[in-house]
Structure formats: C-alpha cells, structure tokens
C-alpha cells in the first residue's frame, strides 16, 4: 500500500487548436444612394452610385459591369436596317430650297397673260413703267382707250425688296390715308388668304368707278396691283361691283406672281 502514490499525476495541457473563423467577414454595407443622383441625369450619372457600392466580389462586380455596358451602350445597327434607313431617307443634294429670294422679274407689259387682259380690259393697250432701282423693280398699266361701252384700268407694280414685310404694311397703310382724300370711299378692307405669303386688299367706290387695291407678299416680292372698272349706261358710270374688281386683281396678282424666278 505504501507504494501508492496520494498525489494525482499532474494535468496535461490540452493541445492548442488555432482559432477557426466559422464565417467569413461581411463586408461594410454600401451607404444608401443620395437622391440627388437618383435624378434622370442619364445612364452614366444613374449607375454612379450602384457600381461604387458593390464590394461583394470580382464574378459580381463583372456581372455587374456587364449589365451597365448592355444598358448604356446603344444597340448596333443591322446591315438591314442600315439598308433601309438608307433607302428611305431623303438626299439632301437633291433636295430644292423653296424660300430662295427671286431675283429675277419680267418686263411691264410681261407681267400679265394677253388672256388675263382680253378678259377684264378687253381693249386695253399697255405701257411699260420705267425702270427704278435697277432690276429690282418691273410696272406697267393697261388701259380701255374707247370709253363708250365701259372703262377699265390695270396697274401692276412688282419689286424686289429684303425689307418686304415691312413695306407690304407701308403700301397698305398709305392707301388707306390717300383713297379717302381722292374722293373714293373704301368699302372692304381685309386679308386674301390663298394668295402668296400673305395679301390684303381694299375696295372702294367714287365718281362712278369701283376700285380694287390688292397687294401681296411673296417671299422677297411685293406686288402691286390697282384695278378700276365702270359701265356705261348712257353716259353714266356704275361702279363694278366689287367681287368682279376682286376676280380681276386677283388674276392679274397670279399672273405676276408666275412671273417670278429665283436663280
């Protein structure tokens, strides 16, 4: 018995197990995007904040940034489509301005068809304007020499003008001021749509003659056209009425306005 020791044999040590991480570190989550760059500012600016907070690893990253490059890149195009586009769009070498400036105008007695004034001046001879301003102005007027079945009187004034808008309303304002101080009462007063940019006439009656004052615009072009007309029954003039001195300026304005060519 006295070979039995009392004391218990000394513990051991338990061997030492290097520290096991039993998951791996989270990354830091990404700061919320600021609502400024949520803002329709584009692909690039939209995708700024997304691509800056993925940290979660290089196969997401690209995953990713492949994404973008699809959303961002624009589509290429087909060799049909291509083709059609092509084939439909228009060339612009053949295409023909159609606001180029005239410049270019007819002779006086050039300015209406023969028809035009065998139809309202039956009879009337012509006498060409003389020249103002060079090439930039054309005129002439026909008048009825034989009173006894009627009178008829054509004036056409055409000139070339870079200042057009504001002379159109120049020339109406001074008929409007210098009819009523001849002697003629102006009845009508109103725009011509239809005929040219824009024109604008007014009708008036004095002494036995209806009178019609049509001007037009057209592009650089103003044109000017007086026509008076009367009847004779006996010796006393009636004044056409004014749908007929209408017609007849009309027509005389669309002759002119033919008339025009731009080089």
């Known amino acids: 018995m006295d070979d039995i020791e009392d004391t218990p044999p000394a513990a051991k040590p338990l061997p030492t197990v290097a520290a096991t991480q039993l998951f791996p ?16 500012a584009g692909p690039t600016r939209r995708w700024t904040w997304l691509l800056g907070g993925i940290t979660a690893g290089a196969g997401t990253a690209a995953l990713v940034l492949s994404l973008v490059a699809t959303l961002v890149s624009p589509a290429a195009t087909t060799p ?3 083709a059609t586009t092509s084939a439909t769009a228009p060339s612009s070498s053949s295409a023909k301005p159609t606001d180029a400036p005239y410049t270019t105008l007819a002779k006086g007695c050039s300015l209406l068809r023969s028809a035009t004034v065998a139809h309202y001046a039956k009879g009337a001879t012509c006498t060409a304007g003389s020249t103002v301003g060079g090439e930039t102005n054309s005129s002439a ?9 009627g009178y008829a009187f054509v004036q056409v004034e055409v000139q070339l003008n870079t200042q057009g808008e504001s002379v159109y309303q120049q020339i109406l304002t001074l008929d409007r001021s210098t009819l009523p101080t001849s002697g003629m ?9 239809g005929l040219g940019d824009k024109a604008a006439l007014l009708y008036s009656t004095g002494s036995g003659v209806g009178r019609v004052d049509l001007v037009v615009l057209q592009r650089n072009a103003l044109i000017s056209i007086t026509y008076e007309g009367a009847a004779l029954s006996g010796f006393t003039p009636t004044a056409v009425p004014s749908a007929t001195a209408e017609t007849a300026a009309t027509a005389c304005a669309r002759d002119a306005l033919a008339t025009l060519t731009a080089s």
């Open 141 to 149: 007027v026909w008048a009825t020499k034989d009173y006894r079945t």
């Open 25 to 40: 570190t989270q990354p830091t989550p990404a700061p919320l995007p600021d609502q400024a760059d949520l803002r329709p």
């Open 185 to 193: 009462k102006i009845a009508d007063d109103r725009a011509v749509p």
């Open 80 to 82: 049909a489509a291509a």
